[in-house]
């Protein structure tokens, strides 16, 4: 009896492999290019012409075929943030799509995206970061600039100015923002401050009260979320008679910011007309005119999304074998044997890309983070943004 057991084992274990075939593909994996067109999903929080999707649909335009084994159609999917993520990444896996851009715009939407995509292994381009899992996925990336740059760009600027001092204050008491925490008192300390107090708007380790702030005579206020979330503590904190220097952490879209109520509060950026981005300054004076507005209008949040796109894009073109160019339009299909790639193989190529985007040359982490080779920090003057200080890093 047990020796039969042993064979029926065996058998269906032979049969197994067989129906599955013998690459190391996971079961999850799946075909990208089937058809005449590859597909990229888009995950925005709207839909409207402008910021990150602003970017994405300007992208869109300029590639519009790639050639691998032959000449595909680029073709792009929308989907907007929603509470069922599990069914969009199902939809979105369904319709073949190569990669996927989204807005975290927080962790609970950042997770939630990461979780729903994982099963398919489908790679996703975050334009921001706001969750610790991006760094433990293996098919998440972010070209946003990672805490660690903000922090030294950020406690760079306070020293140089004589403020010793500080709070550092959050809407969540959640693992990323405490890790931010950490890294800004401890870089803050050893680099001759004083002090730093952590406090947390929300959930269970909430300790923060305005007035206790505003009371503590602080050199500075250090806000580290996401745009709702910054402005709503600010608001308070002014309210409660707040009057010292407030630093935002990093800003996408800096026209949010241009009013009367912001005046004088600096934040991170990664995006600014400069002479020594020359490309990022051509594409804000090229995007300003393709749009008919203001230079001054072209936030970093466009050029993020114009970024993303471009990124998956310049990962697609590097699977073929000659690399052709970016722009490919008029390529004839080629006489080679059509070669399947899958959603991982995507992944694959994108922590090896190396983009040279208008807001950085876009390269990635092991932990698919941005490689930041510099920041800016800004302030609001008389409701518009003045760049202060440029910081560079070392490879």
Known sequence: MKKSLSICIICLFIISIVLCGCDNKGTADYIVNSGDNITIGVIVSSDEDKGVYSGITYAAELANSVNLDKTYNI???????????????????????????????????????????????????????????????????????????????????????????????????????????????????????????????????????????????????????????????????????????????????????????FNSVHFVSKFESDDNNYIGTDFINTFAKYKNISSSDVTASVAYGYDAYMTVYDSLVSMHKNHESIFNTTEETSDSEDSDIYSSDVTNAIKGITHMGVTDVIRFTDHGTAKTSFVYIDRIDNSHTSMLQRYNYAE
Do not use: W
């Open 75 to 261: 073709e792009t999917k929308v989907a907007l943030s929603s509470a069922d993520m599990s069914k969009t990444a199902a939809d979105f896996a369904s319709s073949s799509v190569a990669a996927v851009i989204c807005e975290g715009n927080d962790k609970e939407t950042t997770d939630a995206i990461i979780s729903a995509f994982s099963e398919y292994k489908t790679p996703i381009i975050f334009t921001d970061c706001y969750s610790e899992m991006i760094e433990k996925s293996d098919n998440a990336f972010s070209i946003s600039v990672p805490y660690s740059y903000q922090v030294s760009a950020v406690v760079s600027h306070l020293i140089s100015q004589g403020l010793s001092k500080g709070a550092f204050v959050s809407a969540d008491d959640n693992a990323y923002s405490k890790d931010f925490a950490k890294m800004f008192e401890s870089t803050f300390t050893s680099s001759k401050g004083e002090a730093v107090t952590a406090y947390y708007y929300g959930n269970e380790g909430s300790n923060y009260n305005a007035n206790t702030i505003v009371a503590s005579d602080y050199d500075f206020v250090f806000l580290a979320g996401n745009h709702a979330d910054n402005t709503r503590i600010h608001t308070e904190l002014v309210d409660a008679g707040l009057n010292t220097v407030v630093f935002f952490s990093e800003v996408g879209d800096k026209t949010l910011l241009e009013t009367k109520a």
